[in-house]
């Protein structure tokens, strides 16, 4: 690499790509017993990564995802604009992440960041020394995306696999296999190639940071949004007891192609005279769900081809611009 070397900021949240296994075939129980590197010391491991960069290690959580809140999630959005605000050279940000709730970390920064820097996601299936562990490779090709002038004004990424994923539609789709983050029906946004190359083969339509219209900046928390499951049979005791509990939005589930049991359906009626916002998604996993005539009489947002657990983000974040059903599917248009 000739001339001055990029600069890349990487921030540590822990995960698998950071959880050292007892043993090279440790590959299961290793993350209830591991120690959890911080970032520095999982660079320490991988001396590759650095090769050809200039590295910021920035110390931030090192835990479980499953651990991760949405409080976190605050917390980290501050941290990349201070990291990024404090040093203008930096030219992208990696963030090591646990692949557990890594998709709800990306999209949650690819709607609030105001960074105008490159953003990567990356994390691993295996733990850094396991078998044949993706650690090492993930983390070199996110500091490659991140490094990339073609990765700018794309939104936060996910890296993984050799592929780059938007944060808008790629989710996790396999427990254990290396290939476990997929983008459904619309594929990936390009490619990390052996030789070292970023190859971007499409853009994202939807509007993503940093030009949204979610400031976080000033926020303590997120409003209460839950998910609740459609299934053949169920009734409307979740949602019940959701209305009781003071939940802000229910995302519902659906059976595809985005609907709920008949109880549900009375349930969530009742949600909406209490004043929750109430979103339709599917469990299908792919497709659109498209507001009926119903739904929009009865104040009840669809939520696009946003997965449940995307969906709910965007209602957390919208309802802290809105809470008029006609405003939010405006949201779930745009973004």
């Known amino acids: 690499m000739n001339g001055p070397r990029p600069k890349v900021a990487i921030i540590g949240t822990g995960?698998?790509?950071?959880?050292?296994?007892?043993?090279?075939?440790?590959?299961?129980?290793?993350?209830?017993?591991?120690?959890?590197?911080?970032?520095?010391?999982?660079?320490?491991?991988?001396?590759?990564?650095?090769?050809?960069?200039?590295?910021?290690?920035?110390r931030f959580r090192?835990?479980?995802?499953?651990?991760?809140?949405?409080?976190?999630?605050?917390?980290?959005?501050?941290?990349?604009?201070?990291?990024?605000?404090?040093?203008?050279?930096?030219?992208?940000?990696?963030?090591t992440h646990g692949t557990a709730t890594l998709e709800e970390t990306a999209y949650f920064l690819h709607l609030v960041s105001k960074v105008d820097r490159p953003i990567v996601l990356v994390g691993a299936q295996r733990p850094p020394n396991g078998l044949s562990t993706d650690a090492a490779i993930n983390l070199v090709n996110a500091i490659r995306v991140a490094a990339s002038p073609s990765a700018r004004n794309v939104g936060v990424l996910v890296v993984f696999n050799d592929e780059i994923q938007s944060a808008r539609e790629v989710t996790k789709s396999a427990?254990?296999?290396?290939?476990?983050?997929?983008?459904?029906?619309?594929?990936?946004?390009?490619?990390?190639?052996?030789?070292?190359?970023?190859?971007?083969?499409?853009?994202?339509?939807?509007?993503h940071?940093?030009?949204?219209?979610?400031?976080v900046s000033g926020l303590d928390g997120l409003p209460r949004v839950d998910i609740v499951y459609a299934h053949a049979g169920a009734d409307a005791v979740i949602i019940d007891a959701l209305i009781r509990s003071g939940s802000k939005g229910i995302v519902l589930a659906g059976l595809p192609p985005g609907r709920p049991t008949m109880d549900q359906r009375t349930a969530m009626i009742a949600a909406r005279r209490s004043g929750i916002t109430v979103v339709q998604s599917s469990r299908a996993g792919a497709g659109r769900v498209i507001a009926s005539t119903r739904d929009i009489e009865d104040g009840i947002v669809a939520a696009d081809n946003l997965n449940p657990q995307k969906a709910r983000i965007l209602t957390m974040l919208s309802l802290t611009v809105t809470n008029e059903p006609s405003r939010l599917q405006r949201l779930f248009g745009e973004y």
């Open 15 to 58: 995960g698998s790509i950071s959880a050292m296994a007892r043993h090279s075939l440790d590959l299961l129980d290793y993350i209830d017993y591991a120690r959890i590197l911080e970032v520095d010391e999982l660079l320490a491991r991988f001396p590759e990564a650095t090769a050809g960069y200039e590295i910021v290690p920035v």
């Open 62 to 95: 090192a835990i479980n995802s499953v651990a991760m809140t949405t409080s976190d999630w605050l917390d980290l959005d501050r941290k990349i604009s201070d990291v990024v605000g404090a040093d203008p050279s930096i030219a992208g940000v990696v963030v």
């Open 175 to 207: 427990n254990f296999r290396l290939h476990a983050f997929r983008t459904p029906e619309l594929g990936a946004l390009g490619f990390v190639d052996p030789d070292g190359s970023v190859t971007m083969y499409r853009r994202p339509a939807r509007r």
């Open 209 to 215: 940071a940093p030009a949204t219209e979610f400031d």
